[in-house]
């Protein structure tokens, strides 16, 4: 199983496969996402999930405040899809 992600205002779509994360997923189709230690303790990925489902299979990512995740915030660097994505990522704006 995948799952499409779209990051809005920009032309990137692309498809995660099924145990990948959003950020391996970019990176094998190569989509200029930010990030940085890609374990979740940064938090350079941080971004808003619009619509969809995110979830972290090795828990709650630490650079993951409680607060950032009320208000809709995901780290798409160990962020699992568990469905269809549509991502706000400010830093990648093209419009």
Known sequence: M???VTILDTPFQ???NAG????QAALRQEIPVPWGC???ICGVCMT???SGEMV???G???ALFEED?????GLFCVGEPRSDLVLAVPEMNTE
């Not at 990948?20 to 950020?23: A, C, F, S, Y």
């Not at 995740?69 to 915030?73: D, H, K, P």
Request: glycine content about 14%.
């Open 14 to 16: 692309f498809q995660v």
């Open 48 to 50: 808003k999930v619009v």
């Open 2 to 4: 995948s799952y499409t």
């Open 38 to 40: 890609g374990g979740g």
């Open 60 to 62: 709650d990512p630490l």
């Open 69 to 73: 995740a009320e208000a809709g915030m």
């Open 20 to 23: 990948e994360t959003v950020l």
């Open 56 to 58: 972290y299979p090795d």
